[in-house]
C-alpha cells in the first residue's frame, strides 16, 4: 500500500544510546516532517524537510538531528538518547502545495530509560 | 507563533450520542482540516475545508468552517465504539517554503457501548 513507512515501531534506549528513526514515502511528495506526540501536547514539530536537499528546525529541535536522504527517505537521529525524549514519534509527507494536509506514518513509540 | 485552542480535551459519551468539538485560533488560516487517530495508529485525514462558512459532510461526520477563518468545529452524530480516538483540528496557510500546518492538542473520545 501507498504511503508513508516507519521503522522501527517500538524501541528501547538506555540513557546515552544513539539511534535512527527510519521514515519513507513512495507518494512522490515533496515535503517530509518530524513530529513527536507527548500526552497532552498534541503534536510538535522536530525537524522537516521541504525539498529534497533542504532541512530546517522545527518547535522542538534540540537533541535531535535528521538527514534528507533523497525524496523518498527522511531520518531522525537521537546522538545521546534522554529520558524526555520518551515519545512517540511521527513521520509525514506532503506535496508542496497541496490542499490535503499530510499523510502520516504509523508511529515508533520509543521509550528512554 | 500560531496556536490552536481545541476543546474539549476529552469526552465520555454513550454510544449514539452526538459529540461536538471545536477549535480556535487567534489568527486566520485558509483551509481547516480534521485528522482521527486511532489507538496505536498515525492521524488519518477526515475532512478538509477551504472556504469560509463551508460546512462538509463525510458519513455521519459534519465540520465547518467558521465566518472569520479563525474557527473550525466538527460533529459526529449517533456515535459508535469505533469512533474512540483522538481526533486533530489542524489549520493551513499556503505559501512560505516551510511546514505551515499547525496542530490542535487533540480531544479524546471515548464511547460506552
Known amino acids: 500500500n501507498a504511503g508513508v513507512t516507519q521503522t522501527p515501531k517500538f524501541q528501547v534506549l538506555k540513557t546515552g544510546q544513539s539511534m535512527t528513526l527510519q521514515c519513507a514515502q513512495d507518494m512522490n511528495h515533496n515535503s517530509m516532517y518530524w513530529y513527536r506526540q507527548d500526552p497532552g501536547m498534541g503534536l510538535r514539530l522536530i525537524y522537516y524537510s521541504a525539498s529534497e536537499g533542504t532541512t530546517d528546525k522545527g518547535e522542538v529541535p534540540n537533541g535531535y538531528n535528521v538527514s534528507r536522504l533523497n525524496k523518498r527517505e527522511f531520518s531522525l537521529r537521537l546522538e545521546s538518547a534522554a529520558p524526555s525524549q520518551t515519545s512517540v514519534y511521527f513521520c509525514a509527507s506532503t506535496q508542496a502545495g497541496s490542499l490535503y494536509g499530510y499523510t502520516f506514518g504509523s508511529g515508533t513509540r520509543l521509550t528512554v530509560v | 507563533g500560531q496556536q490552536l485552542n481545541q476543546s474539549p480535551q476529552s469526552m465520555f459519551i454513550q454510544e449514539g450520542e452526538d459529540v461536538s468539538m471545536n477549535c480556535t485560533s487567534s489568527?486566520?488560516?485558509?483551509?481547516w482540516l480534521w485528522y482521527k487517530q486511532d489507538p496505536g495508529e498515525g492521524p488519518v485525514l477526515l475532512i478538509a475545508l477551504y472556504k469560509a462558512g463551508e460546512l462538509t459532510s463525510n458519513g455521519r461526520l459534519t465540520a465547518q468552517f467558521g465566518i472569520t477563518r479563525k474557527d473550525s468545529f466538527l460533529n459526529i452524530s449517533a456515535s459508535i465504539p469505533s469512533d474512540v480516538g483522538i481526533y486533530f483540528c489542524?489549520?493551513?496557510?499556503?505559501?512560505?517554503?516551510?511546514?505551515?500546518?499547525?496542530f490542535g492538542k487533540g480531544t479524546k473520545l471515548s464511547v460506552k457501548p
Open positions: 489542524a489549520g493551513l496557510n499556503y505559501g512560505g517554503s516551510q511546514g505551515n500546518l499547525i
Open positions: 489568527s486566520i488560516f485558509n483551509t
